[in-house]
C-alpha cells in the first residue's frame, strides 16, 4: 500500500465539507485587489496625483506598518501596496483550513476511523495541504486575472497574484507542521497564529526601519519585495517555494512518528480538580472562548494604535483630491478627512469583529459535532443556559474587540493632536457604533445553528457579502437598495455631527430577535445533527 492510498477519497472530502467557505474566501479575497485598481484609476487620473498620494503614504511610518511599502507611483504599485494587508488575511485562511482539516479531525477521532481503513500514512496531511495549495494558487490566478481585467499590465498582475500564492502555501504549510505539535486543534490554531503574527511583526520592522533586513525573514515581506508593476523581480518567489519545502520536510515524518490524537509537545496537565469556576456552563464557556477573545482584543488594539498613528498623515495624503475626499466622506463622515479616514477603517474593523462574533456563536456547532454538547446536555443543564453562555460571548465579544480597538485609535490619535481626554471617547463611541452590525450578524449565525445546522457557516458567505459591498458600494456607486442589505450600511457615522440612535437600536433589536429565535429553534430540534 502505498502512502498516499486514500488522497484522492480525502481531498474530495475535503472539498464537500467546504463547499461554500472555501470558494467563498478564494472569490472574496480575489475581487478586493481588482477592485482597489478600479478605484485608483478613478480617483487619481494623472500622474501628479499618484506621484503625490505615493509620496505621502511612504513618507508614513505607520500607514507603511499596516500596508507595507510602496515601490512607484503607477496605479499597480499603488494596488499592490493597497492589498498588502490581504495578504495576511490569505495566510491566516490558509493555516486554519489545514488545522481544520488535520489536528481537528484528529481530536474530533474522525481521522482515526479513517485510519482503520485502507488510508496511507500521509494521506490525511497531504490531501489537505493540496487542497489549500490548489485554492491559494487559484486565488492567485483569479486576482491576476482581475487586474488584468481592470487594465493593469500582465507581467505585473501575474507577479502579485503568485505573491499572494505563495504566502498561502507558506502558511498552509506551517499549519500543518503546528497541527503535529499538539493535540488540541486550539494549539494547533494558537501556534499557527503565532507564527503569522510573528511574520507580520518582522514585516513591520524592517519596513518603518533604516534597514529592511527584518524584512527579509519574513513570508509577508517577500511579497511585496517581488516589486510587481515596478520591474518585477521573479527571483524572490523561490523563497516561499524553498521554505514550503522545508516545513513540510519537517511535518510530513513527524505526522507518521507519533501516535495519533498525540502531538510532539507534551500537553500541560491541569489540576486534579475544576475550579469553581467550571461548575456551571457559563465558567466553561468562559473557559473556551477566552483565548480567541484575548487573542482578537490584543492583535485588535495594535491595529487600532496603528491606525489612529496614521490617520493624520492619511487625510493629508488625499488632500485636494476632490474625487477622493468624496469617497472618505460617505465612507466615514464629513467633520475632516482624518476623522473620514478613521471612521472608514473602523467600519473595517466592524466587518472583522462580526467575523468573531460569527466564530464565537458557531462554537456551539463544534461542541456538537464533536460529541461534548450531548453529554452535558444530559446533565441538569438546560439548553437555554447552555446556548446562552455561548451567546453571551458572540454579544459581547465584538463590542469588547471595537471597544479596545477605539480606545487604541484614539490613544495615538489623540497623542498626534495633542487631545488624548477628547479623542479617546469620540474614538471608543466610534468603534462601539459597529457592534448592533456585528451582533445582526452573529444573531443570523445562532438562528442558522438552532434552525438549519448543517448550514450555519452560511453565516461567513453573508459576511463575504457585506465585506464586498462595503468595499466596492461607495466606490462603484452601487444603488442604495443593494447596499441597504448589509447591516454595515445602517451604521450612523457618529464622529458627524447630528447622528441620530435610532437605527443603532433597530440593529440591536434585530440582532437580539435572530439570537431569540435561534435559541427557540435549538430547544425543538434533535441533538446531534451531525
Not at 482503520?116 to 491576476?144: D, I
Amino acid at each position: 500500500m502505498s502512502t498516499l492510498t486514500g488522497t484522492r477519497h480525502l481531498v474530495r472530502l475535503i472539498l464537500r465539507r467546504d463547499r461554500i467557505v472555501l470558494p467563498g474566501w478564494v472569490l472574496l479575497l480575489a475581487v478586493l485587489p481588482m477592485s482597489y485598481a478600479a478605484s485608483f484609476f478613478e480617483l487619481f487620473p494623472t500622474a501628479a496625483e499618484r506621484a503625490g498620494y505615493a509620496t505621502g503614504t511612504a513618507r508614513n511610518p505607520s500607514i507603511v506598518a499596516l500596508l507595507g511599502p510602496v515601490y512607484g507611483d503607477s496605479v499597480g504599485a499603488l494596488t499592490a501596496q493597497r492589498g498588502g494587508f490581504l495578504q495576511l488575511i490569505v495566510g491566516l485562511a490558509a493555516l486554519l483550513t489545514v488545522v481544520r482539516h488535520t489536528r481537528t479531525e484528529e481530536e474530533a477521532g474522525r481521522r482515526e476511523l479513517l485510519g482503520a481503513t485502507v488510508l496511507g500514512r500521509y494521506a490525511g496531511l497531504t490531501a489537505a495541504l493540496a487542497v489549500t495549495y490548489a485554492a491559494s494558487l487559484l486565488l492567485g490566478l483569479l486576482t491576476a486575472a482581475g487586474l488584468v481585467a481592470a487594465g493593469l499590465p500582465a507581467a505585473g498582475s501575474l507577479a502579485y497574484g503568485l505573491s499572494v500564492a505563495g504566502v498561502g502555501v507558506v502558511f498552509a504549510t506551517a499549519g500543518g507542521l503546528a497541527a503535529q505539535l499538539t493535540e488540541t486543534a486550539g494549539g494547533a490554531r494558537g501556534i499557527a497564529v503565532g507564527v503569522l503574527g510573528a511574520a507580520f511583526a518582522l514585516r513591520l520592522a524592517g519596513d518603518t526601519a533604516s534597514h529592511d533586513w527584518p524584512s527579509w525573514l519574513s513570508p509577508l515581506g517577500w511579497a511585496p519585495r517581488i516589486r510587481a508593476f515596478e520591474g518585477e523581480r521573479w527571483w524572490v518567489l523561490a523563497l516561499p517555494v524553498a521554505l514550503t519545502g522545508l516545513l513540510a520536510a519537517v511535518a510530513y515524518p513527524v505526522s507518521v512518528r507519533r501516535d495519533v490524537g498525540a502531538g510532539v509537545l507534551p500537553p500541560r496537565l491541569g489540576p486534579a480538580e475544576a475550579g469553581r469556576a467550571l461548575a456551571g456552563p457559563f465558567g466553561l464557556a468562559w473557559r473556551l472562548h477566552r483565548g480567541q477573545l484575548v487573542g482578537w482584543s490584543v492583535g485588535f488594539g495594535l491595529l487600532g494604535l496603528i491606525l489612529g498613528g496614521a490617520a493624520e498623515a492619511a487625510g493629508r495624503a488625499v488632500e485636494g483630491n476632490a474625487a477622493l475626499e468624496q469617497i472618505m466622506a460617505r465612507l466615514g463622515g464629513a467633520s475632516g478627512l482624518a476623522d473620514a479616514y478613521l471612521g472608514a477603517t473602523l467600519s473595517l474593523t466592524g466587518l472583522a469583529a462580526a467575523g468573531y462574533g460569527i466564530q464565537a456563536a458557531l462554537r456551539m456547532r463544534s461542541e456538537e459535532t464533536a460529541g461534548r454538547a450531548e453529554p452535558l446536555l444530559a446533565t441538569g443543564t438546560h439548553r437555554s443556559v447552555w446556548l446562552a453562555s455561548h451567546l453571551l460571548f458572540a454579544l459581547v465579544g465584538p463590542a469588547v474587540v471595537l471597544a479596545v480597538t477605539g480606545l487604541a485609535t484614539g490613544l495615538t490619535y489623540g497623542l498626534s493632536l495633542g487631545d488624548v481626554p477628547g479623542q479617546l471617547p469620540r474614538m471608543l463611541g466610534a468603534g462601539l457604533a459597529h457592534a448592533p452590525a456585528a451582533w445582526v450578524l452573529a444573531g443570523l449565525a445562532v438562528l442558522l445553528y438552532g434552525l438549519l445546522p448543517r448550514l450555519s457557516s452560511t453565516a461567513w458567505v453573508v459576511l463575504g457579502v457585506c465585506v464586498l459591498l462595503g468595499q466596492l458600494g461607495a466606490v462603484l456607486e452601487l444603488s442604495q437598495w443593494l447596499l441597504d442589505v448589509s447591516p454595515f450600511t445602517h451604521t450612523p457615522q457618529v464622529l458627524r455631527a447630528g447622528w441620530s440612535a435610532t437605527p443603532l437600536l433597530t440593529l440591536t433589536a434585530l440582532g437580539l430577535l435572530l439570537s431569540a429565535a435561534g435559541l427557540a429553534a435549538f430547544r425543538r430540534r434533535d441533538l446531534p445533527t451531525a
